[in-house]
């Protein structure tokens, strides 16, 4: 059974610093990953999606990677500003299957 | 409207009572996703439609929870009989075409029961 696992749980940085948020899956066959953004009241908004092919994908400040062998992928933060705080979960999407299934996500606060 | 449209927002019930929630998907979108999430947890997979054919309810978690697609757009999450343990955020998403699309997804609606 996969299953999704975010380190840290929380993260507090100052304002302008680079980050980088963690997250892990035990089974590799998957057939994308996903990283969304949550903030209180609101719902999760996608921010980058990798198939299982690519190695990386960038948006903007935001560069998420991809390592299917090793079951790990990161999202690096860069130039991190107040308005980035919010809670930030991955999920996969298997081969067999259409379902997301998520880590339980990193809080991560910017303080000004 | 542009996105996945939730309502109620919020609602609280007590404990027994009966609940409905509504998923209005982003229009053209042929799948549509239910999933429950706890506080401090990820979301929880509940049920999958595509159209008005539900192919998958295998998260839902008890014979309580009911959820359909008459037409295949608006979709009705039914809740009988709440208990405390139902309190979560319920969120609902739709994508394009394929199940594996990337998936929008609506506001949610958090649930508290009494």
């Known amino acids: 059974k996969q299953e999704v696992t975010q380190i840290p749980a929380a993260l507090s940085v100052p304002e302008g610093e680079n980050l980088v948020l963690n997250c892990s899956f035990t089974d590799s066959a998957i057939y994308n990953l996903q990283w969304f953004r949550q903030d209180p009241g609101k719902g999760l908004t996608s921010l980058l999606l990798?198939?299982?092919s690519q190695r990386e994908q960038t948006s903007g400040r935001l560069n998420a990677s991809l390592d299917k062998s090793s079951g790990r992928s990161t999202l690096y933060i860069a130039a991190s500003q107040p308005g980035d705080s919010a809670t930030y979960l991955c999920a996969v999407h298997m081969d067999s299957n259409y379902q997301l299934i998520w880590g339980a996500g990193t809080k991560l606060i910017i303080k000004p | 409207g542009a996105g996945v449209s939730q309502s109620p927002r919020y609602k609280v019930a007590k404990r027994g009572q009966d609940v409905a929630l509504r998923c209005d998907p982003i229009?053209?979108?042929?799948?549509l996703f239910w999933y429950q999430q706890a506080l401090g947890q990820g979301p929880e997979f509940l049920t999958y439609f595509q159209n008005e054919a539900q192919l998958d309810k295998s998260g839902l978690p008890s014979d309580r929870f009911f959820a359909e697609r008459p037409e295949g757009s608006v979709s009705t999450l039914k809740i009988q009989r709440t208990q405390q343990e139902d309190s979560a955020v319920y969120l609902c998403a739709s994508s394009l075409v394929r199940s594996q699309n990337i998936q929008y997804f609506g506001a949610g609606t958090r649930l508290s029961v009494l």
């Open positions: 990798i198939q299982s």
């Open positions: 229009s053209g979108h042929v799948s």
